[in-house]
C-alpha cells in the first residue's frame, strides 16, 4: 500500500481521491494523515481562515423528526420558544455583531421551511443590510426551500445558502425520516453555485459509519460545495441519541483530515460540538480544518470570540470575509 506522501502529492497535482483511496488513507498512522492533510490545506487555501458566527432567528417547534435535534416536536427537550424574529430585532442582532468586526452572519431559522410571508421579512431586511453595509456577509439556513424562494433570497443579496446533507444516503433514513435525502439534493441543486454558494456538511458520531462520512464527502465534492461545515453531536437530554459517546479529537482529526483529502480547495468548518473538545478544536484547526462558526450555536453554547480569535491567530491563521 502507498504512503500518505504518495496521496497528498497526487492530491495537489490535481488527482481526485476515490473511495478505495480515503479507505486506504484510513489505514495509515494519523499523524501522517493530519500532517499531510495540513499541508494540502495550505497548497489550496494559504493561511486564509472563513469565520461567521450564526442568529438563531426562529426556535422551536419544527417538524422535523432529525434525532439529534432539540427543535423537534418529537423529541422532549427543555429548549425556549419564538417566533421568527422581528425585522428590527433582526437587524439590531446583526448590527451589534457587525460592529464587533464580524462580517460573515448567519441566520438560521427552525422548521422545514420558512413560509412566503417569513421570507419577505428576513429578504426586506437582509436588503437593508447589504445596502447600508457593502462589506456585510450574509449566509441563510431555512430549509427545504423552493426555487422561487430561493431567487427571491438571491435578489435580497445573500452570499451562502445553507443546508447540510448531514450523512451519507444509505445512513439518512436512521436519523431522518419526515424528509429524505433526496429532498435535500432537490433544494441544493436549486442553487446557482456560481452567484449563490453552497454550504453543506454534516453531523458526526451518530451511529454512522466511516464509509458513510467518506460518501458524504465524495458527494459534496460532486456538487462543489466549498464551505462545508463539520458538527459533532452533542449528546441532548431528550432527544433518541441522548445516551451517544461524544466524538473523540482523534476520531474528529482523523474525519477532517480525510473531507480534506477529498476536498482540497474547500473551507472545512468546525461547527457545532466543538465546546465539547478539550482544545476547542486547536488540533482540528492543524489538520486540515480551516474555517469555523464562532460564538453560541442554535440551542447550545459555543465557543466564544475572543478565545476564538486569539487561537486562530496563535495558529498562523488570517480571518478573510473575501472567500466565496
Do not use: W
Not at 449563490?196 to 454512522?208: A, N, Q, R, Y
Not at 461545515?229 to 433518541?240: A, R, V
Amino acid at each position: 500500500m502507498q504512503d500518505v506522501e504518495y496521496y497528498k502529492q497526487k492530491v495537489i497535482d490535481g488527482y481526485k481521491i476515490d473511495k478505495i483511496d480515503a479507505l486506504n488513507l484510513l489505514k495509515l498512522p494519523l499523524n501522517d494523515l493530519t500532517n499531510s492533510a495540513n499541508d494540502i490545506r495550505q497548497h489550496f487555501c494559504g493561511n486564509n481562515f472563513d469565520a461567521c458566527t450564526i442568529i438563531n432567528v426562529k426556535n422551536g417547534k419544527c417538524s422535523e423528526d432529525c434525532k439529534f435535534c432539540a427543535q423537534s416536536l418529537y423529541n422532549n427537550t427543555d429548549i425556549s420558544l419564538f417566533p421568527l424574529l422581528t425585522k428590527q430585532q433582526l437587524k439590531s442582532k446583526t448590527l451589534d455583531i457587525y460592529k464587533t468586526g464580524f462580517k460573515r452572519i448567519s441566520f438560521v431559522s427552525s422548521g422545514r421551511k420558512i413560509n412566503d410571508d417569513e421570507l419577505k421579512s428576513l429578504g426586506e431586511t437582509i436588503k437593508e443590510l447589504k445596502y447600508e453595509h457593502k462589506d456585510i456577509k450574509i449566509c441563510v439556513s431555512l430549509g427545504l426551500l423552493s426555487k422561487k424562494q430561493i431567487e427571491l433570497l438571491e435578489v435580497s443579496g445573500i452570499d451562502r445558502l445553507h443546508n447540510n446533507l448531514e450523512t451519507s444516503e444509505e445512513y439518512f433514513k436512521q436519523i431522518c425520516t419526515t424528509h429524505t435525502y433526496e429532498d435535500k439534493l432537490k433544494c441544493l441543486n436549486l442553487v446557482n453555485n456560481d452567484n449563490l454558494k453552497i454550504c453543506s456538511g454534516g453531523i458526526f458520531g451518530v451511529g454512522e459509519s466511516f464509509e458513510d462520512r467518506i460518501d458524504l464527502a465524495l458527494k459534496l465534492r460532486e456538487l462543489n460545495v466549498k464551505s462545508i461545515p463539520i458538527n459533532i453531536l452533542n449528546p441532548i437530554k431528550g432527544t433518541p441519541l441522548e445516551d451517544f459517546t461524544i466524538l473523540s479529537n482523534e476520531e474528529l482529526c482523523k474525519i477532517v483530515a480525510i473531507f480534506r483529502f477529498i476536498n482540497p480547495s474547500s473551507y472545512i468548518r468546525l461547527a457545532g460540538g466543538r465546546l465539547l473538545l478539550e482544545d476547542y478544536g486547536r488540533k482540528a484547526f492543524k489538520s486540515g480544518a480551516n474555517a469555523a462558526i464562532m460564538g453560541d450555536m442554535l440551542t447550545t453554547k459555543g465557543v466564544q470570540y475572543n478565545q476564538d480569535i486569539k487561537m486562530i491567530k496563535e495558529l498562523g491563521y488570517q480571518i478573510s470575509y473575501d472567500i466565496n
